[in-house]
């Protein structure tokens, strides 16, 4: 977490574990945070640095009326925060960061400066990956319709991991990919320059019209709904719900809705995008699998999907690409002959 993006807050709450749980939800986007009762407030004072104040109070009173005078913003009242494993988790965290950001006006899981700053030191570093073998097995039909499709979600850290994932996969391979990265809606075009860097698959940002192919990752829009329909992309003139841009929870619900054999990777980032999706599909076979917390930038976002259960396998960018081939492989050997 860069200097520049990482801001302090300040949580009022009564009640411990409300405390508690605030404070855990709001470091998932990478705030620091001051977690206080009334009374440790009281003996601290009032005089504190930070961007804002999360006041959670069951009575009114002087401490509540001093807070409201001060020069920070304030924001009053939460639903009880349900425990990490609740079904009902990733949607209250969302809401939270709903309100954070609608009161700082500005969006933690990116930054304009920190973007730039990221997408200039990938462009510039060397191949990291070593790029795998194709297996004898499976047939190079670059150009087709996509005969395996998945979602690769991310956030902060999230193109260093991306990129790293796809220099590893092999020329050849019978698979394309539809990515959903936090970012500002004019960094996209940087994002598949710098991608496409060392890498055998073609970076496209997605367009009207467009199918799938094999050794293709369509770039979904920040700033504007991606659905498919009759196996095509079409852009919606909405935003994506909710507060992230793009929606990677919303791009699962329409990709799967489109393809109901997709499968779903989710890389570095801060927040819980992808979570929410992978709850409401988790009986619905969709296959998940995740960056290892070790190997992030930042673990929030696919801690939050392995804390729903949903995600089978964990690993490195590299051990992905790799599970990736093999499951590929096994599904090439499962496919009846005509």
Same mark, same amino acid.
């Given at each position: ?14 009640? *411990?574990?409300? +405390? ?20 440790? %407030?009281?003996?601290? !004072?009032?005089?504190?640095?930070v961007a804002a104040w999360l006041l959670d109070l ?23 925060? =349900? ?46 990956? %070593?790029?795998?073998?194709? @297996? ?5 039909? *670059?150009?087709? =319709?996509? +005969? ?5 979600? *991310? ?17 050849? %391979? ?5 990515? !959903? ?5 004019? $960094? ?12 055998? $698959?073609?970076? %496209?940002? #997605? ?31 909405? =935003?994506?719900? !909710?507060?992230?841009? &793009? ?11 489109? $393809? &109901? ?5 989710? $890389?570095?980032? /801060? ?18 699998? #995740? ?5 992030? #930038? *930042?673990?929030? /976002? ?7 259960? #949903? ?5 490195? @960018? ?10 590929? +492989? ?9």
């Open positions: 977490m860069s200097q520049e993006s990482s801001i302090k807050l300040a949580v009022v709450a009564e009640d *411990s574990l409300q +405390q508690h749980r605030l404070k855990s939800a709001l470091a998932d986007f990478g705030c620091d945070v001051i977690s206080l009762s009334p009374q440790s %407030l009281e003996l601290k !004072g009032l005089d504190q640095d069951r009575q009114e009173g002087d401490l509540l009326e001093q807070l409201l005078e001060l020069d920070q913003p304030v924001l009053l009242g939460f639903e009880a925060a =349900p425990t990490k494993q609740d079904v009902t988790y990733p949607k209250w965290e969302k809401r939270l960061y709903g309100k954070i950001k609608q009161l700082l006006g500005r969006d933690l899981t990116h930054s304009h400066q920190g973007t730039q700053a990221s997408l200039q030191a990938i462009e510039n570093q060397e191949k990291r990956s %070593l790029e795998l073998t194709l @297996p004898e097995d499976v047939h190079a039909q *670059s150009g087709d =319709p996509a +005969q395996h499709i998945w979602v690769l979600g *991310s956030s902060l850290g999230g193109p260093e991991a991306i990129k790293e994932f796809l220099d590893a996969l092999p020329k050849g %391979l019978p698979v394309g990919f539809v990515y !959903g990265q936090h970012i500002d809606a004019q $960094f996209v075009p940087v994002l598949a320059q710098v991608l496409a860097r060392h890498s055998s $698959f073609k970076l %496209l940002e #997605a367009q009207d019209g467009m199918e799938i192919h094999n050794g293709q990752v369509l770039i979904v829009p920040a700033d504007r709904e991606l659905i498919f329909v009759n196996g095509r992309v079409k852009l919606l003139d909405r =935003p994506w719900p !909710g507060p992230y841009g &793009p929606s990677v929870d919303q791009l699962i619900m329409n990709v799967v809705d489109a $393809f &109901p054999k997709a499968g779903v990777m989710l $890389f570095s980032g /801060m927040g819980n995008d992808g979570a929410e999706a992978l709850t409401c599909l988790k009986d619905k076979g969709v296959l998940a699998w #995740a960056q290892s917390a070790e190997t992030c #930038a *930042s673990a929030a /976002m696919p801690d939050a999907s392995r804390e729903t259960g #949903a995600i089978s396998y964990n690993g490195s @960018p590299q051990a992905l690409a790799e599970k990736l081939v093999t499951y590929i +492989q096994a599904q090439q050997v499962l496919k009846p002959t005509v």
